[in-house]
């Protein structure tokens, strides 16, 4: 058998044991940093096992987070045959043994017997562009979700400093109403200048000098303390820069996507558009690996939960819910945006023949988002658009 270094990955640094055939290690354990000098470390170990074995060394390791990345680039950098294994997979394979023992040395051992035992594939290639989309799309939605907190604590703040603000805008969270409340905020004196000036030529001369008077109508801040003024300027500012951010990312994520026809391919899907084309795209990656719908359903983690045992079969089962959440999320937003106004007239169909079934709304969406998965797999295998 050809030799197998197994690498238990964690934060900054990992724990190699290296094997010349099975049962039989070479030196010690070892650990190495997640620098330039500890990947040169394993380039090295695997240089040894090289050339003591004439046959060439592979590497078995998990996907832990993002700590394996800067190793998987390296050796994908400089052409080393290495295996990322599924921390499910390793995780069953090490309850098979008697003795519950928990440590990096034993973690680094079982995966390389897991390599002995036929129970790894190669790793499948993933397209840089892909790569790179998913960064930005994941980031993208760690942003909103802080810009969402941010609004909510800034709307409970303006409740206490000036609650009659909110009717003076359709929209509160709009650039032309923040900046105004910046401005009153920071001590300024709102006039009609004051909001042409932010507002831009979007809007006419009666819609600025509407709300110039309306403004000017709302009570003095006085009337809430120092402190709380304060507050609310910090949270205004937050989200200016917060939407400026996210707005930097949709446009990186927009260039990035223009390479990928698997983007546009899902936009033909009514009630996907692009920044869920872009999250469901990126998160599946190559849709060929999936040689059935049915395995990139369980990698969404939609597929139901079984439970039997003798004669008893449960008859409630929910979703698994062990794959990708992200890919659940942006499928569970499809799957309302499709169904909002009959958008998607094949996904309406099917969400009224199973609410007329009697099941409840939450179980419809998720057996929707389930057959979204499936056309979705169909468009991006076949390389065809949606058809209606």
């Known amino acids: 058998m050809r030799p197998v270094v197994g690498v238990d990955v964690a934060k900054g640094t990992s724990m190699l044991?290296?094997?010349?055939?099975?049962?039989?290690?070479?030196?010690?354990?070892?650990?190495?940093?997640?620098?330039?000098?500890?990947?040169?470390?394993?380039?090295?170990?695997?240089?040894?096992?090289?050339?003591?074995?004439?046959?060439?060394?592979?590497?078995?390791?998990?996907?832990?987070?993002?700590?394996?990345?800067?190793?998987?680039?390296?050796?994908?950098?400089?052409?080393?045959?290495?295996?990322?294994?599924?921390?499910?997979?390793?995780?069953?394979?090490?309850?098979?043994?008697?003795?519950?023992?928990?440590?990096?040395?034993?973690?680094?051992?079982?995966?390389?017997?897991?390599?002995?035992?036929?129970?790894?594939?190669?790793?499948?290639?993933?397209?840089?562009?892909?790569?790179?989309?998913?960064?930005?799309?994941?980031?993208?939605?760690?942003?909103?979700?802080?810009?969402?907190?941010?609004k909510l604590n800034a709307r409970a703040l303006l409740d206490q400093v000036c609650p009659a603000y909110e009717d003076v805008f359709y929209n509160l969270f709009s650039s032309t109403s923040l900046h105004v409340l910046r401005y009153r905020l920071s001590g300024g004196t709102i006039t009609v200048e004051t909001i042409r000036e932010t507002a831009g030529s979007s809007h006419g001369k009666a819609w600025v000098q509407a709300k110039a008077e309306q403004i000017q109508a709302l009570p003095p801040l006085s009337q809430s303390s120092k402190a709380q003024q304060t507050a609310l300027l910090c949270m205004v500012e937050t989200i200016l820069a917060q939407q400026e951010q996210l707005r930097q990312l949709e446009n990186a994520i927009e260039e990035t996507a223009l390479t990928l026809p698997e983007v546009e391919l899902l936009k033909t899907i009514p009630g996907v558009g692009d920044k869920l084309a872009a999250a469901i795209a990126a998160e599946i990656g190559d849709a060929a690996q999936f040689k059935d719908p049915k395995k990139l359903v369980a990698y969404a983690g939609l597929d139901p939960g079984v439970h039997s045992s003798g004669k008893f079969?449960?008859?409630?089962?929910?979703?698994?819910?062990?794959?990708?959440?992200?890919?659940?999320?942006?499928?569970?937003?499809?799957?309302?945006?499709?169904?909002?106004?009959?958008?998607?007239?094949?996904?309406?169909?099917?969400?009224?023949?199973?609410?007329?079934?009697?099941?409840?709304?939450?179980?419809?969406?998720?057996?929707?988002?389930?057959?979204?998965l499936h056309h979705v797999h169909a468009i991006l295998v076949k390389g065809e658009p949606y058809k209606a």
């Open 17 to 150: 044991q290296a094997f010349t055939d099975r049962n039989k290690p070479y030196s010690k354990i070892i650990s190495i940093t997640h620098t330039e000098e500890g990947c040169e470390r394993l380039g090295g170990l695997l240089e040894e096992l090289r050339q003591i074995t004439k046959l060439e060394p592979a590497v078995v390791l998990e996907a832990t987070g993002h700590y394996h990345r800067s190793l998987v680039a390296y050796l994908e950098r400089e052409g080393y045959c290495h295996y990322i294994v599924n921390p499910l997979q390793s995780k069953r394979a090490k309850g098979t043994q008697l003795r519950k023992v928990k440590t990096d040395a034993v973690d680094a051992w079982h995966l390389a017997e897991m390599f002995y035992r036929g129970d790894v594939k190669p790793h499948r290639a993933w397209n840089e562009e892909m790569t790179e989309l998913q960064h930005l799309t994941r980031q993208h939605e760690f942003m909103t979700s802080l810009l969402v907190q941010a």
């Open 313 to 372: 079969t449960a008859s409630s089962s929910r979703i698994s819910k062990r794959g990708s959440k992200r890919l659940r999320r942006a499928l569970y937003v499809a799957v309302q945006c499709g169904l909002r106004k009959g958008v998607n007239e094949r996904l309406k169909a099917y969400y009224d023949k199973k609410r007329k079934e009697g099941k409840p709304y939450k179980v419809v969406v998720i057996a929707c988002a389930n057959k979204l």
